[in-house]
């Protein structure tokens, strides 16, 4: 071991052990077996410098190494890479997953096989950490790269337009720079895991084949096709059952948003998180819309039913296991030709008449309007499964301990006269009451950290809930003693009804945590007032502030808030810069690049 120079001693080595988790344990044992076994380096980018993983993998052997590139939103699509990297270890086979935001993109054409595993976000975007990577390649810079073998997985959500378009988009555009398809591409919806491990499998034995036909003795194959994924003690599949101490609505009571401040009790869980993390929550639909929705129905509520090979009542399936607050394009289209309504089936013909129809219908407003003859087992084959909701936490654990806190925004609205709301969201705000308990788990969100350096400025710019990892950094820099100045921009409707969390900041400015403030409260006069105007506005501070080294956080709505705050950015670079568009566009690009432009939007 000695001449790979680690980094800790044997004491050191121990404190690793002991506190590391079962997923960073698995890693080690992988690395480790392959030194004894094959003298091959299965590593990561972010535990070695990337040039040190480029000169092990290269002289470890003459097979071609496999780069699995995982650009990540909420978490699935690292999940599905981390389980391939196990198949891959099983293999014995030499690869070097990194995340997208570590990738060195540039030196592309220099690989052997790329293996892409993304997700979409918002309206066909690629997650932030992948954007620099994508821009990359559908520039004029991008090599031609006919000697590259590729794989795309993309993962996504079928209530969006553009369905898993970030994978589509890295699919074409390989093959048009020449590289050649190692498997076709697959989309996921939020169903994924069985349609995920077919095609994990594909792509084994797509490389299993090339090993065989190579003749080398020394890589080994198993006849064991069991996918072992290590768990830590808690996470999504098996999630820690937490007691909610507090569930306060901190908008005031002639606010027309209700916003709640939930606290989480993690003790005895052993969880630990960073500021910038996500807890993940499991929940259950609304008994009241799960009766209105069997009134419609003409079966009884306690049939009988499969899903995933289990048998359930109707009922609990509904309440526990099925999505029914988020109607989409597919499920229409699957219950226009399960009734045979010819309204429906017309709609399906029109893209954006079925989108409209979508977002603005919710499924059991659909069922309500179009009524047909189908049985339990039918209506529940064209649902989709329940998934975990995630949300930013907003608390530093060296300031709560043993808590999470949440900042949610409870989504309600009206279709004809009745009230619908999110399932989450309303779940969290009037299904649990204090002392009850909910399933939870963190999702880490490693793109959305604070700098290292504790001395570095930071600009926070949120609207509406999106104050909550914020909250969170300013508890950890509080709890730090951070020397670096601290400036948040912050929008909502009204300054006496929506001021989140308005004494704590207010304590943090007067005790010279918070270094300044800016807020835009956009119903309070007759000119409507947004959280990026009032970044346009300070555009010359804002230019100082990152020529110091400011480090840029961005959290809320995607399609409105994140992309006009991006829009005003690009202004203020080339206004105090003196930049043209192209120009402000690859600062822009480098700060992401450097990890000073950090977005978590949704």
């Keep these: 071991m000695s001449k790979y120079q680690l980094p800790f001693n044997s004491d050191e080595l121990d404190k690793i052990i002991n506190n590391a988790s079962a ?13 004894v076994a ?8 972010s535990t070695l410098p990337q040039n040190q993983v480029d000169n092990d993998l290269s002289a470890a052997n003459s097979q071609k190494v496999i780069t699995l590139v995982s650009a990540s939103q909420t978490g699935n699509a690292r999940r599905v890479a981390s389980e391939l990297s196990r198949d891959f270890e099983r293999l014995g086979l030499v690869f070097n997953h990194v995340h997208a935001a570590d990738y060195k993109f540039k030196k592309i054409d220099q690989d052997d096989i790329v293996i892409i595993i993304t997700s979409t976000q918002g309206e066909g975007e690629v997650p932030e950490e992948a954007l620099p990577f994508y821009k990359f390649l559908f520039s004029k810079k991008a090599p031609q790269l006919p000697n590259l073998n590729y794989a795309v997985l993309g993962l996504g959500d079928s209530s969006y337009v553009h369905f898993c378009k970030a994978g589509k988009d890295f699919d074409q555009r390989l093959m048009q720079l020449g590289a050649k398809r190692l498997a076709d591409r697959v989309d996921l919806d939020t169903d994924y895991q069985q349609i995920s491990a077919n095609w994990r499998q594909t792509i084994v034995d797509r490389l299993a084949q090339s090993i065989k036909q190579s003749g080398d003795p020394s890589k080994a194959l198993t006849n064991n096709r069991n996918i072992i994924v290590e768990n830590s003690q808690y996470n999504r599949e098996n999630p820690f059952m937490a007691m909610v101490n507090v569930n306060q609505k901190i908008t005031a009571s002639h606010s ?3 916003i709640r401040h939930i606290e989480l009790d993690l003790s005895d869980s052993g969880i630990l998180y960073q500021a910038g993390d996500t807890l993940g929550v499991w929940y259950e639909n609304s008994p009241a819309l799960v009766e209105e929705l069997l009134s419609l129905m003409p079966f009884d509520s306690e049939v009988d039913v499969e899903l995933h090979g289990e048998r359930y009542r109707l009922k609990q399936v509904l309440i526990e296991k099925i999505e029914l607050t988020q109607n989409t394009p597919v499920i229409i289209s699957k219950y226009a030709q399960l009734i045979a309504n010819s309204q429906l089936l017309a709609l399906i013909s029109d893209k954006t008449a079925l989108r409209d129809f979508a977002q603005t219908t919710p499924i059991i ?4 309007r179009y009524q047909g003859e189908f049985s339990a087992q039918a209506l529940i084959d064209i649902l989709r499964p329940l998934t975990p909701r995630l949300y930013s936490i907003a608390s530093a654990q060296d300031e709560v301990g043993d808590e999470a806190h949440l900042t949610v925004n409870v989504v309600q609205y009206l279709i004809d006269d009745k009230k619908r709301t999110g399932g989450a969201s309303y779940f ?4 649990i009451p204090e002392q009850s308990q909910i399933k939870v788990f963190i999702e880490p969100n490693d793109n959305f950290r604070l700098p290292s350096d504790n001395g570095l400025p930071i600009i926070m710019i949120a609207a509406g809930s999106g104050i909550a990892p914020f909250r969170a950094f300013m508890q950890q820099r509080a709890s730090e003693a951070a020397s670096g100045e601290n400036w948040l921009l912050f929008g909502n409707p009204h300054f006496t009804a929506d001021f989140l969390y308005q004494i704590e900041w207010q304590s943090y400015l007067k005790d010279g945590v918070l270094s300044r403030i800016d807020l835009a409260w956009s119903r309070d006069q007759a000119q409507k007032v947004y959280v990026q105007d009032k970044l346009l506005a300070q555009g010359v501070d804002i230019w100082q502030w990152l020529q110091r080294g400011a480090y840029l956080y961005v959290c809320g709505d995607a399609n409105n808030m994140a992309k006009a705050v991006n ?7 080339m206004q105090q810069g003196q930049y043209n568009e192209e120009q402000a566009n690859n600062y822009l690009d480098e700060l992401r690049s450097n990890k000073r432009y950090q977005r978590d939007i949704y």
């Design 365 to 368: 407003d659909m069922i309500s």
């Design 256 to 258: 027309d948003r209700d």
């Design 38 to 45: 094959k003298g091959a380096l299965q590593v990561e980018s």
């Design 567 to 573: 829009t005003v950015l690009l202004q203020i670079i």
């Design 23 to 35: 997923e960073q344990l698995a890693w080690m044992s992988g690395y480790l077996w392959g030194i």
């Design 428 to 431: 969290l705000a009037e299904q």
